[in-house]
């Protein structure tokens, strides 16, 4: 059973994720960021999000992770592929900064190892503190080596995204579905 808190946080934390993860997907790909480009890419963050939340208030936050894939990353796709017109690339900035949001993820699994009787609400309140410097240092440190593999030959950015993010992603992917049948 869930606290009005515990859900509260549980939601914030689903929006900071999405933020977490348009906001690095975007720039993993090569952009000249006009003011347009930007209210774009605004707007329709604003529109996932709020697909979000009306799932996850409608029927659960737990449901809205289990669709995540559909109503978040499809969408961002489609939109980084009309920003850059790079199908491939879209793509895998969108998986790679999936893999990436499992960082905020991996350090709350460790305050939870650390404090367990802390529960999902530590896990989710750990995430939230983390998700702001984790992303600033991932977009100033690291963006600009993942934008640089988008002029790379063809294989290495399917060695980078296939085999690397993509891989994770199906992996991580098919346990988040294993938990969920088991709730």
């Keep these: 059973?869930?606290?009005?808190?515990?859900?509260?946080?549980?939601l914030c934390n689903l929006a900071s994720v999405g933020i977490f993860g348009i906001v690095l997907s975007a720039a993993f790909c090569e952009l000249e960021?006009?003011?347009?480009?930007?209210?774009?890419?605004?707007?329709?963050?604003?529109?996932?999000?709020?697909?979000?939340g009306i799932v996850s208030l409608r029927w659960?936050?737990?449901?809205?992770?289990?669709?995540?894939?559909?109503?978040?990353?499809?969408?961002?796709v489609i939109l980084l592929v009309a920003m850059t017109r790079k199908v491939l690339w879209s793509l895998i900035a969108v998986l790679t900064a999936y893999l990436c949001c499992q960082l905020r993820r991996w350090a709350a699994l460790l305050v939870i190892a650390l404090f367990p009787t802390g529960g999902t609400a530590l896990q989710d309140a750990?995430?939230?503190?983390?998700?702001l410097p984790l992303l600033l240092a991932l977009v100033h440190w690291i963006a600009p080596s993942v934008r640089a593999l988008s002029h790379s030959s063809l294989k290495l950015q399917l060695q980078f995204g296939v085999d690397?993010?993509?891989?994770?992603?199906?992996?991580?992917?098919?346990?988040?579905?294993?938990?969920?049948k088991a709730e």
């Excluded at 059973?1 to 549980?10: H, I």
């Design 60 to 76: 659960s936050t737990s449901f809205a992770r289990y669709l995540y894939p559909v109503i978040t990353h499809l969408p961002l």
């Design 126 to 131: 750990t995430e939230l503190v983390v998700t």
């Design 33 to 52: 960021w006009t003011r347009q480009r930007k209210l774009l890419l605004a707007g329709c963050t604003v529109l996932m999000l709020a697909l979000q």
């Design 1 to 10: 059973m869930s606290t009005p808190f515990a859900g509260a946080l549980s």
């Design 164 to 180: 690397g993010s993509a891989g994770f992603y199906r992996i991580e992917k098919s346990g988040t579905l294993l938990r969920l």
